[in-house]
């Protein structure tokens, strides 16, 4: 005998509707944890806690929040995404490149975000030509670069794959 989570629901709810509550429900989660790390985000770059918040309730009252509501795939995105991009800025560019990977499996948009890590690799790559031998920094940009957009666009590819197969 399994457990079922919305199992009081069920006798009052048929399973289409009690899906549809599970996706409201999943995806009012997401848009919360979105907007939290969209204000810790914020604190990271603007380094005003005052201005965060204000982004980050500007990100809630947005009328487009329509589609964190509705049963779209844009709350997970967001809240990946946002990971992804503080993870990028504590400079954890592996954990920033998973998050933006899983984003990327959630919705194809997330194949902009490479542009995010290009940036990152780019400027550390500038910084560093003064201290250490430009041709060995340059072989290892362009690796990191290559591996970067392979690591973002596979969940993309993968997908296309399956829908096409």
């Known amino acids: 005998m399994g457990t079922e989570p919305l199992r009081p629901l069920r006798d009052l709810l048929s399973q289409r509707s009690c899906l549809l509550v599970s996706v409201a429900l999943l995806n009012f989660l997401f848009s919360v944890l979105a907007a939290v790390t969209l ?3 914020g604190c990271l770059v603007l380094h005003c806690p005052h201005q965060a918040f204000y982004a980050a309730m500007l990100f809630c009252l947005s009328p487009a929040n329509v589609f964190l509501a509705a049963g779209y795939s ?20 592996w954990a920033s490149g998973l998050l933006f990977a899983l984003a990327t499996g959630v919705c194809s948009n997330g194949l902009v975000s490479v542009g ?13 030509l003064v201290v250490m031998n430009p041709l060995k920094q340059l072989i290892k940009l362009m690796a990191s670069l290559c591996l970067s957009v392979l690591t973002v666009s596979l969940p993309f590819a993968l997908f296309q794959y399956y829908a096409y197969t």
């Open 39 to 41: 204000h810790d985000l």
């Open 74 to 93: 844009e709350a997970l995105f967001s809240f990946l995404t946002f990971s992804a991009m503080g993870q990028l800025e504590r400079e954890r560019s």
């Open 116 to 128: 995010f890590l290009l940036h990152s690799q780019c400027r550390g790559f500038f910084s560093s």
